[in-house]
């Protein structure tokens, strides 16, 4: 384990080569991945498939070699083990049955009972933990409390996030105990990966920049806090990382806030911006354009160098600033992957 270089640069190692893995790395821009997606029926299928899924994780892993694999699941899933319906609409993503009173939060199902519907993931996790080769870091993940509320109050993805917004400055209280229950749980759902197996968990704030000033301290910083720190209590060492994507300013200091190990960032931020403001406490993880697995060429070489020159100094995790797209080209993946080897 110790040999695992991802591990290593966890541990705040400056290794000569970054690590490399990448977001959504198992998807649609794969073709055996939409074979194996085809044979489990649909999406929700595939997540509660044990074999599927960790057939699906270990596709990149056979194609490419990078150095971690992450979990095949859903952020979703999580709030679905709590008792909302959930279902994924074609072509539109996903819906789930709203959850905006204080009498919805509290019909909500005991944190305990979440293992009854998340126990085809761990399964997941087991076979994942076998199977890997050696040297190979396997990743479970969460959303974070803030992001899988946002999905909670309006059954839907939204550009705004307005209808958690909303919720949120009129009746805060139903708020505020909707993302008390999220933590909680969430903090039990990793703890189990853990148990089952993954060695490194991330924390997926998709949504964490749309919060601005002390809502961003309360309900992005605040709830990841409580997470890792009951997570470390609980496994003394687990790394954890972190992704308040969009996080502009609050990237600076976000690692010491929370206790995580790691900072993932978007590239909405320069990476010589985040090596100068948020690599000086710790490991960081990104930040190439996901467009660039699109269009490849000379640009994709250029701005994946420029990205590992920029962390050079520092511990570094190579990843991009958000999933890879459906569109790309498997080929560009491979380039990227050769550059940041090779140099």
Not at 10 to 37: D, F, H, K, V
Not at 62 to 73: K, S, T
Request: with cysteine; aromatic share 8%.
């Amino acid at each position: 384990m110790a040999e695992k270089l991802i591990l290593r640069a966890l541990r705040g190692e400056t290794l000569p080569t970054p690590p490399i893995w990448m977001m959504r790395q198992a998807g649609r821009y794969l073709p055996e991945y939409r074979a194996t997606r085809a044979q489990a029926g649909d999406f929700l299928s595939l997540c509660y498939n044990p074999e599927l899924a960790a057939e699906v994780t270990l596709q990149p892993i056979r194609r490419y070699g990078f150095d971690a694999a992450i979990l095949f699941a859903d952020i979703l899933l999580l709030p679905q083990a709590l008792g909302p319906d959930l279902w994924f609409e074609t072509g539109e993503g996903p819906r789930m049955e709203t959850t905006t009173t204080m009498e919805q939060v509290r019909a909500l199902k005991p944190t305990a009972a979440i293992h009854d519907t998340l126990s085809p993931v761990y399964e997941t996790v087991r076979i994942l933990s076998r199977e890997l080769p050696r040297e190979t870091t396997l990743i479970g993940f969460a959303g974070a409390p803030w992001t899988v509320a946002t999905y909670m109050i309006a059954g839907r993805g939204s550009k705004d996030q307005g209808a958690a917004h909303a919720l949120k400055n009129t009746d805060r209280a139903t708020f505020e105990a909707l993302i008390d229950r999220i933590t909680e749980a969430t903090v039990e759902y990793l703890s189990a990966q853990i148990e089952a197996g993954a060695e490194v968990v991330k924390l997926f704030d998709s949504w964490a920049g749309s919060l601005k000033g002390a809502d961003f301290t309360d309900f992005a910083v605040r709830p990841a806090a409580t997470i890792i720190a009951a997570l470390k209590a609980r496994h003394p060492g687990i790394p954890i990382i972190a992704f308040p994507r969009e996080a502009g300013e609050g990237y600076i200091g976000f690692a010491r806030a929370t206790g995580a190990d790691c900072v993932a960032l978007d590239n909405s931020v320069t990476p010589e911006w985040a090596a100068e403001h948020v690599q000086k406490d710790g490991c960081v993880q990104g930040n190439l354009a996901p467009e660039h697995m699109v269009t490849g060429g000379q640009a994709l070489i250029d701005a994946t160098r420029r990205v590992v020159e920029a962390f050079r100094r520092g511990p570094h995790i190579f990843n991009l600033g958000h999933g890879i797209t459906p569109d790309a080209d498997p080929a560009n993946v491979q380039l990227m992957i050769d550059t940041v080897r090779r140099g």
